[in-house]
Each structure stands twice: as C-alpha cells, then as structure tokens.
C-alpha cells in the first residue's frame, strides 16, 4: 500500500467499551476495638482478641490471600465529661479473599467474636484482570468500527494508521451498579448468602487515521 500523501485527510476518533465481569477477590476489614480501666489492660485485651481473629483466618486457609494491618491506635474515649476517660485499644486489619465462596463463612465466624467489627465485603478486580486488557481491545475494535463509518460517510476509506493514544481505564474501587450483598438467611446456624457485585471495566483510547480523498459529490447540494 502506498503512504498517504502529507496532508492529506484524517480522521481522529475516541473508541470506548465498557465490560460487566464478575469480581475476582474481595476485602474485608476485621476491626478489634477493646476498653478498659487502664491502658495496659486495654493493650492486652487487645492482643488477646487479635489473636483470635489470626486463629479464625488460619482456619480459613488459602482463601485468605493477603493480611495487613491498616492502623492500631490507643487512646483516652471521654463519653461523660463527669467522669474519667476510658482508655481504648484498637487494631485495624484488612483481609483479601481470592475464593469468594469463603468470603461468608469467614464473615460470620469473624462476628461471632466478642469486641470485633467487621466491614465489607469489597468486591473489586484484580491488578492484572484480563478485564482490562479485553476492556482496551473491546475500544480499539470500537475506534475502528467509528473511523470507518465516518470515512465512508465521505466516500471514503481508511488508508493507514497515524497514532494510537491510550486515554487510560477506569474501574478503581469497581463498585457499580449491580448485585449487591444480600445480607442474610438465618437458620439454626448463621449463614449469609452474599452475592457479588458485578464490576464495570472501562476502557478508552484515541486513534488517528488517514483516509482516502473523499467523494466530491458528498459536498454539492
């Protein structure tokens, strides 16, 4: 194919695509918040209990693939300005499940825990889903599809790539509307039935065409 002419005409499109998956791993933040008479009292509690919730992650296996520690504070709860304040120990953890089956039960036994709190599930992609790399496929297809439909729109057609420019993804915290979690159906034994959030991968990128002389009839009359 011979090179376009320098400047000839060119088409400059934005192609979009926007994927539904399923998550792929899910958070949950395990709170342990104890009070006491004194601090030291209030320390111990504390590692008691956080001991605890490591016993009831190791149960769960490899289901839990990452556990961090987010934030441990101590200080002084003043709740009646009549009396003494009231130290207070807690420790913030935050777990990634890469089994979202578990994610239920582990919430539950988590719950059963005196002086514990537990937020989330969050569901969310991974780093590396090939969500996103289908999401930035899915917009070029779609820049192509648009490009040649204004070319032809002209009487023309495409002739050559100029540039491709990745406008980037977005997704991030991936909480969209969808399924959220149903919190619960109670039997003889606590069970929470969860249903995972659907998640929304958007991809973006920006292409230049050149295409061929347009058909002069399409500008008279």
Known sequence: MSSPKPGGPT??????ATLVVEPEIADVDVTVRVR?????????????????????????GD????VETTGVSVYLEVRDRRAPGE?????????????????????????????????????RLRRDSPAAEQARLA?????????RQYAAAFGARLTALVQV??????????????AMPAMARFESEPHLDLVPARQQ?????EVRFTMSEPDQEVFRG
């Open 11 to 16: 088409v400059v499109v934005r192609g979009e």
């Open 36 to 60: 006491a008479r004194d601090r030291q009292t209030a320390l111990e509690r504390c590692s008691a209990r956080q001991d605890e919730v490591a016993g009831v992650v190791a149960a769960a």
């Open 63 to 66: 289901a839990v693939e990452v």
């Open 87 to 123: 130290p207070v120990a807690s420790l913030h953890t935050r777990l990634t499940l890469g089994r979202l089956e578990a994610v239920g039960e582990l919430v539950v036994a988590l719950g059963r825990l005196d002086d514990v709190e537990v937020s989330g599930p969050y569901w």
């Open 139 to 147: 917009a070029v297809r779609d820049a192509v599809t648009r490009a």
């Open 165 to 178: 420019s990745d406008t980037g993804l977005g997704g991030g915290d991936f909480q969209v509307a969808g």
């Open 201 to 205: 991968v958007h991809g973006a990128v």
